[in-house]
């Protein structure tokens, strides 16, 4: 088998010498931006699967119905997945698969994100403050790290909340989605937080508020030069 650079370069020399559309897909311009992102993805597996399974694609996509067909299949198979998720798949088909992988079997690949934590670990670092991934953070601020900060690893209530942003945020990662969108919160949101929680977190929010609404710096070191500066004195950048 060639080295996998290669592969994928010969197959993006593919789809930038060959026709943007095949017979039966409609025209750009009568196309949304999702479906065009989508039959750029199909169009990209099929140029990669032309390019690391030659015989194969003759055999199964030579005849423009068939790939036609197929690659309709593939889209409703992959709608879903972003670029990054494509692109992985892409890689791994290429470095891992001595056959050409069904759809289902390419979607598996795609979605395989390695560096996540399990949930269990994830839990843990949020507890602790400490992120091994990006997704274990941006779950952990979607549940409130300050109640993380005070609890415990028995606070069902809140492991409960952290799972499901955590199971958002990863589901993000799978697909190949940006993992920094908005969380909507659940229905039970502050109804399973006891009443003490809920206000402290208030509290703190409205101060955030107010210090964003003042403008004032909310680094100690920019906050204390914007004091002095406001009271006329002048230090030495050593004191």
């Not at 699967?49 to 030659?54: D, E, I, N, S, V």
């Given at each position: 088998?060639?080295?996998?650079d290669?592969?994928?370069?010969?197959?993006?020399?593919?789809l930038?010498?060959?026709?943007?559309?095949?017979?039966?897909?409609?025209?750009?311009?009568?196309v949304?931006?999702?479906?065009?992102?989508e039959?750029?993805?199909?169009?990209r597996v099929f140029a990669?699967?032309?390019?690391?399974?030659?015989?194969?694609y003759?055999?199964h996509?030579?005849?423009v119905?068939?790939?036609?067909?197929?690659r309709?299949?593939?889209?409703t198979?992959?709608?879903e997945?972003?670029?990054?998720?494509?692109?992985?798949?892409?890689?791994?088909?290429?470095?891992?698969?001595?056959?050409?992988?069904?759809?289902?079997?390419?979607?598996d690949?795609?979605?395989?994100?390695?560096?996540?934590?399990?949930?269990?670990?994830?839990?843990?670092e949020?507890?602790?403050g400490?992120?091994?991934?990006?997704?274990?953070?941006?779950?952990?601020?979607?549940t409130?790290?300050?109640?993380?900060k005070s609890?415990?690893?028995?606070?069902k209530?809140?492991?409960?909340?952290?799972?499901?942003?955590?199971?958002?945020?990863?589901r993000?990662?799978?697909?190949?989605?940006n993992?920094?969108?908005r969380?909507?919160?659940?229905?039970?949101?502050?109804?399973?937080?006891?009443?003490?929680?809920i206000?402290?977190?208030h509290?703190?929010?409205?101060?955030?508020?107010?210090?964003?609404?003042?403008?004032?710096?909310?680094?100690?070191n920019?906050?204390?030069?914007?004091?002095?500066?406001k009271?006329?004195?002048?230090?030495?950048?050593?004191?």
């Amino acid at each position: 088998m060639k080295p996998v650079d290669e592969l994928l370069k010969a197959a993006r020399v593919t789809l930038t010498t060959s026709s943007p559309t095949t017979p039966g897909e409609p025209v750009v311009e009568n196309v949304t931006p999702l479906e065009q992102q989508e039959r750029r993805a199909v169009r990209r597996v099929f140029a990669t699967l032309k390019t690391a399974f030659p015989a194969w694609y003759e055999k199964h996509y030579g005849d423009v119905k068939a790939e036609s067909l197929a690659r309709r299949v593939w889209m409703t198979a992959i709608h879903e997945l972003g670029d990054d998720a494509v692109n992985r798949g892409l890689q791994r088909m290429v470095l891992e698969c001595k056959f050409p992988p069904s759809p289902s079997d390419f979607m598996d690949l795609c979605k395989r994100v390695d560096d996540l934590p399990s949930e269990a670990q994830a839990w843990d670092e949020a507890l602790c403050g400490t992120y091994t991934h990006k997704a274990v953070r941006i779950a952990a601020e979607a549940t409130s790290t300050f109640d993380l900060k005070s609890a415990t690893h028995h606070d069902k209530a809140l492991k409960q909340r952290f799972e499901r942003n955590y199971a958002i945020v990863t589901r993000r990662a799978q697909t190949g989605q940006n993992l920094e969108g908005r969380i909507a919160k659940g229905l039970s949101h502050d109804s399973m937080r006891p009443r003490e929680q809920i206000q402290l977190e208030h509290s703190r929010n409205e101060v955030d508020r107010i210090v964003d609404t003042l403008e004032i710096p909310k680094d100690p070191n920019a906050c204390r030069a914007m004091l002095l500066a406001k009271l006329g004195i002048r230090r030495s950048e050593h004191v």
